[in-house]
């Protein structure tokens, strides 16, 4: 997969993540011209049926979540789900420029991401990987990207 790939009606526009089983990339609605995110199943796995299943078992679960710490699903496509962008820093970003936080909000922080984490477990979908790079900041807001990753 590579930049301008056509999936559906969104053209790849730069990869943003990749891990064993999916990339994550910032893609363009041709139609619309609105910005999305695509988690993509990987090609090598795109062929195994039980994958593809839990794929879109977790873009179903993922569709029914409604949290503002949580990206919002809109769609699923074959072999990718569709989802709003989410613009802002990510914690990783924000300790590597800044190399701490003070701690009311590391704490501040700390509770919005356990009440992502509390909602989500509540609706039986469970994150799997959180790290630095999947908890972003924006205006003041945290929000837990990559359920569902791998």
Not at 27 to 43: C, N
Not at 99 to 117: H, M, N, R, T
Not at 119 to 129: M, N, P, S
């Given at each position: 997969m590579q930049e301008g790939t056509q999936i559906g009606d969104y053209a790849l526009v730069r990869r943003l993540s990749i891990g064993r089983v999916t990339s994550t990339w910032l893609a363009r609605h041709t139609v619309l011209e609105s910005e999305h995110?695509?988690?993509?199943?990987?090609?090598?796995?795109?062929?195994?049926?039980?994958?593809?299943?839990?794929?879109?078992?977790?873009?179903?679960?993922?569709?029914?979540?409604?949290?503002?710490?949580?990206?919002?699903v809109t769609d699923a496509l074959q072999g990718a789900i569709v989802s709003d962008p989410v613009?802002?820093?990510?914690?990783?970003?924000?300790?590597?420029?800044?190399?701490?936080?003070?701690?009311?909000?590391?704490?501040?922080?700390a509770v919005q991401v356990l009440e992502v984490l509390a909602y989500a477990h509540e609706h039986g979908v469970f994150h799997g990987r959180l790290d630095p790079d999947r908890i972003v900041i924006a205006n003041g807001q945290v929000h837990v990207l990559g359920f569902g990753e791998d």
């Amino acid at each position: 997969m590579q930049e301008g790939t056509q999936i559906g009606d969104y053209a790849l526009v730069r990869r943003l993540s990749i891990g064993r089983v999916t990339s994550t990339w910032l893609a363009r609605h041709t139609v619309l011209e609105s910005e999305h995110h695509l988690r993509v199943l990987l090609p090598q796995w795109a062929t195994v049926p039980e994958l593809v299943e839990a794929f879109l078992a977790s873009a179903r679960a993922q569709l029914a979540l409604r949290h503002p710490g949580l990206p919002r699903v809109t769609d699923a496509l074959q072999g990718a789900i569709v989802s709003d962008p989410v613009e802002g820093l990510s914690l990783r970003e924000r300790l590597d420029t800044e190399g701490w936080l003070a701690p009311k909000e590391a704490v501040s922080i700390a509770v919005q991401v356990l009440e992502v984490l509390a909602y989500a477990h509540e609706h039986g979908v469970f994150h799997g990987r959180l790290d630095p790079d999947r908890i972003v900041i924006a205006n003041g807001q945290v929000h837990v990207l990559g359920f569902g990753e791998d």
